[in-house]
């Protein structure tokens, strides 16, 4: 099982910029892709990015693309999420999560088995 601690979060202002990092620890980090999650008030989970093993191949959702950046260090069992030009509605928790199994560019939420506790981004307008 993995161990997953997310730090990074904060308050800041529309079209500031923030950089999240979630650190991996207890099972072979380099061997798995990696994903961020956020989850705001009354709303479902919603994929943010994912990223291969290697950290060569990403993806993200339409709503991030162009502004967030996904990238992982696997020699310090590091993935993280550069989050630019923020926006309120990105306003949310966000979590990193590492999938069940060994797929190659996770997106669903249910392929995901494990889960961090989450840090907060406050985005005021």
């Known amino acids: 099982q993995v161990q997953l601690v997310e730090s990074g979060g904060g308050l800041v202002q529309a079209g500031d910029s923030l950089r999240l990092s979630c650190a991996a620890s207890?099972?072979?980090?380099?061997?798995?892709?990696m994903g961020w999650f956020r989850q705001a008030p009354g709303n479902e989970r919603e994929f943010v990015a994912s990223?291969?093993?290697?950290?060569?191949?990403?993806s993200y959702a339409d709503s991030v693309k162009g502004r967030f950046t996904i990238s992982r260090d696997n020699a310090k069992n590091t993935v993280y999420l550069q989050m630019n030009s923020l926006k309120p509605e990105d306003t949310a928790v966000y979590y990193c999560?590492?999938?069940?199994?060994?797929?190659?560019?996770?997106?669903?939420?249910?392929?995901?088995?494990?889960w961090g506790q989450g840090t907060q981004v406050t985005v005021s307008s």
């Open positions: 999560a590492q999938p069940r199994r060994r797929y190659f560019l996770p997106r669903q939420t249910n392929d995901f088995g494990s």
């Open positions: 990223i291969s093993s290697s950290g060569g191949i990403t």
């Open positions: 207890g099972r072979t980090f380099s061997m798995y892709a």
